[in-house]
Antibody, heavy 120, light 110 residues
Framework: QLQLQESGPGLVKPSETLSLTCTVS??????????WGWIRQPPGKGLEWIGS???????YYNPSLKSRVTISVVTSKNQFSLMLSSVTAADTAVYYCARERTTAPGYDYWGQGTLVTVSS | QSALTQPASVSGSPGQSITISCTGT?????????VSWYQQHPGKAPKLMIY???NRPSGVSNRFSGSKSGNTASLTISGLQAEDEADYYCSSHTSSSTRVFGGGTKLTVL
C-alpha cells in the first residue's frame, strides 16, 4: 500500500525558507506513471495547489507562487521536497504531499499533512 | 490562474440528492476532461472521489457521480447519508499544465 509522509520544521520565521520532504513508501518516485505534488491549506480555508514534479525532474508551479517555489526529487531516497522562500504569515498552512497518475489527473494518494506556522 | 468557483455551502436531508457546481473557464474546466473532486472531513487529508470528470476510483460509492457541461462541472451525491457531511473541492487541469482547485463547498446533511 502506497504511503506518503511529510516531514520538516513546524515553525519557520518570516523571510526565511520553508523546507519540507515527502517520503514515499510502497511505491517509487522514479516511476514514469506518476506526478508528485504539493498542496497546502491555510487554517479554515480551501486547498491551494503549489506545484508538482515528474521523475525526470520536470516541474510545474502555481503561477502565483512560482517565484518562490522549488520542488525537487531524490529518487535514491524515494523522496521529493518543497522549498518556499521569503515566507510570510500568509504561508501558514497544512502542507500535503500527494501522488497523481499521468494518465488520469487527480491526486489519489495523500500524506497526512503537516502544519507549518510562520512566526517570529 | 483563478480558483474555480463553487458554492460556499449546500445542504440536504438524508436520502435526498444534492449537486455541487464548479465553474471555470475554457482554459481549465471547459478545455479538458480532467476535472476531479475531493471529499475532506475535518482534520483529514482530502480523498479523491471523482477523476476525469465522471470516473470513480475503486472503493468510492456509486452514489457519487460527476458530469460536465461547457465550463461547469458538477458533483452529484444521491441517497445522502450522514457520513457524506464534509467539505468538497473540485480541481482541474489547466492550459499551462498546472492544477487549480475550487474554493470548496461545505455539505451539511440536515
Amino acid at each position: 500500500q502506497l504511503q506518503l509522509q511529510e516531514s520538516g520544521p513546524g515553525l519557520v520565521k518570516p523571510s526565511e525558507t520553508l523546507s519540507l520532504t515527502c517520503t514515499v513508501s510502497g511505491g517509487s518516485v522514479g516511476s514514469s506513471s506518476y506526478y508528485w505534488g504539493w498542496i497546502r491549506q491555510p487554517p479554515g480555508k480551501g486547498l491551494e495547489w503549489i506545484g508538482s514534479i515528474y521523475y525526470s525532474g520536470s516541474t510545474y508551479y502555481n503561477p502565483s507562487l512560482k517565484s518562490r517555489v522549488t520542488i525537487s526529487v531524490v529518487t535514491s531516497k524515494n523522496q521529493f521536497s518543497l522549498m518556499l522562500s521569503s515566507v510570510t504569515a500568509a504561508d501558514t498552512a497544512v502542507y500535503y504531499c500527494a501522488r497523481e497518475r499521468t494518465t488520469a489527473p487527480g491526486y489519489d494518494y495523500w500524506g497526512q499533512g503537516t502544519l507549518v506556522t510562520v512566526s517570529s | 490562474q483563478s480558483a474555480l468557483t463553487q458554492p460556499a455551502s449546500v445542504s440536504g436531508s438524508p436520502g435526498q440528492s444534492i449537486t455541487i457546481s464548479c465553474t471555470g473557464t475554457s482554459s481549465d474546466v471547459g478545455g479538458y476532461n480532467y476535472v476531479s473532486w475531493y471529499q475532506q472531513h475535518p482534520g483529514k487529508a482530502p480523498k479523491l472521489m471523482i477523476y476525469d470528470v465522471s470516473n470513480r476510483p475503486s472503493g468510492v460509492s456509486n452514489r457519487f457521480s460527476g458530469s460536465k457541461s461547457g465550463n461547469t462541472a458538477s458533483l452529484t451525491i444521491s441517497g445522502l447519508q450522514a457520513e457524506d457531511e464534509a467539505d468538497y473541492y473540485c480541481s482541474s487541469h489547466t492550459s499551462s499544465s498546472t492544477r487549480v482547485f475550487g474554493g470548496g463547498t461545505k455539505l451539511t446533511v440536515l
